[in-house]
């Protein structure tokens, strides 16, 4: 009899564990795979909206078109986790699982930061990209400040891209002298993994005349004055707010008592949870990795292998490496490709490689790869 696998949201890592269970177990389990949403979007793909080079309906895949043996899509709002008995709820009904794999990755929280509902934006979401996208070309002079709210947050290197690309757009606008562009965070580097990998970033921003502030952490915005209040008590002023908001688990995991100091442990070798049969894996997850797509990605790879030596009793699998890698926008058509490997030595490495047109192109590549790979191959 077919075991049942539930997966619980469908990026990165919920695709990818789908499309791994699906070619290698097919005849052994059926998985059903379960998100709100009706298609999925790449976070680097909200970039292109935000600078209006794409629509949202360009972007969109939707999961309707997922065909895969052995498994069946429901879009449906998850309502409940019981990890004990692997019972999960939602609008529609309910299901039960002989295994459960928990990937809805990280909510945000605009609210966490006063001032930032009101008088801030982000492009950390489809449609918050949509509306930065139609108020930047009233953006013509001022102070531009892009602030990461609180750590830990997804794709380590996506506000540094986004400094690149509106140095761009406000450069070919005509503009750019009469802004400035900031980048703070509570960080002390840009991507704190490895120098290799901060060195050239930190480079690229004393190039294009953007400001890094480390150890600086936006915790309120005083709207009457436009001024960003920061940890320390120092006050910068702004013309234009873009933050990253703090992220939380969703409230669904938060309720289940998956959630310990606000993520959910795992054991890093194999991702489990401390519930037999549960595993957690992407955002969602406290592993030592970055909260990036490559690692979920990853991470799929190693819950695949251990559910897979599980139904066969070969043994534990290889352990999880937190290996992967990503790309980061440098502007001018340039990309950069970051190398990194958080659990396989005694410290995590990174270095970056780039930025060329050659990585413009093979992140093009990465995407369509994807595509195929998760919705047609």
């Not at 976070?43 to 309906?57: E, N, P, T, V, W």
């Not at 952490?217 to 001024?227: A, E, H, N, P």
């Not at 990853?298 to 043994?315: F, K, N, P, Q, Y």
Request: aromatic share 8%; glycine share 10%; proline share 6%.
């Amino acid at each position: 009899m077919k075991k049942n696998v539930l997966i619980l949201g469908a990026g990165f890592a919920g695709l990818e564990l789908t499309t791994r269970l699906s070619a290698s177990l097919a005849d052994e389990v059926h998985v059903t795979l379960i998100d709100q949403n009706d298609s999925f979007v790449f976070g680097f793909s909200k970039l292109d909206i935000m600078l209006g080079r794409r629509s949202s309906d360009e972007v969109r895949l939707y999961y309707k078109d997922i065909a895969k043996d052995a498994v069946d899509f429901h879009q449906e709002r998850i309502t409940s986790i019981d990890p004990v008995e692997r019972r999960v709820g939602t609008e529609q009904g309910s299901y039960e699982a002989d295994m459960l794999a928990v990937a809805l990755g990280a909510d945000y929280d605009p609210a966490a930061t006063p001032g930032f509902v009101e008088d801030g934006f982000e492009y950390y979401s489809v449609a918050g990209a949509e509306r930065l996208r139609d108020t930047l070309p009233t953006f013509d002079s001022g102070a531009l400040l892009i602030a990461v709210l609180g750590e830990p947050y997804k794709c380590p290197p996506a506000p540094f891209e986004g400094a690149f690309l509106l140095h761009d757009y406000l450069t070919v606008r005509g503009v750019r002298q009469e802004t400035s562009i900031r980048v703070s965070g509570p960080m002390e580097a840009p991507v704190p993994i490895a120098k290799e990998v901060s060195q050239p970033i930190l480079q690229g921003m004393i190039e294009r005349g953007i400001e890094f502030m480390p150890r600086s952490r936006v915790i309120g915005l005083d709207t009457k004055v436009r001024v960003a209040e920061l940890e320390g008590g120092e006050r910068v002023p702004y013309d234009l707010f873009i933050g990253v908001p703090i992220h939380r688990v969703p409230a669904v995991v938060e309720a289940s008592g998956l959630a310990v100091d606000g993520w959910v442990p795992v054991d890093k070798r194999n991702l489990m949870t401390r519930f037999p049969n549960v595993y957690a894996l992407g955002d969602v997850a406290s592993a030592p990795v970055a909260k990036a797509g490559v690692f979920a990605e990853s991470a799929a790879r190693a819950v695949a292998e251990d559910i897979a030596a599980r139904l066969h009793g070969t043994g534990p699998s290889a352990p999880f490496d937190g290996a992967g890698n990503c790309y980061i926008e440098f502007g001018g058509q340039l990309v950069g490709k970051v190398e990194a490997n958080f659990l396989s030595g005694p410290k995590p490495t990174g270095r970056l490689l780039g930025p060329s047109r050659e990585f413009a192109r093979e992140k093009e590549l990465f995407t369509s790869s994807r595509r195929e790979r998760w919705f047609t191959g």
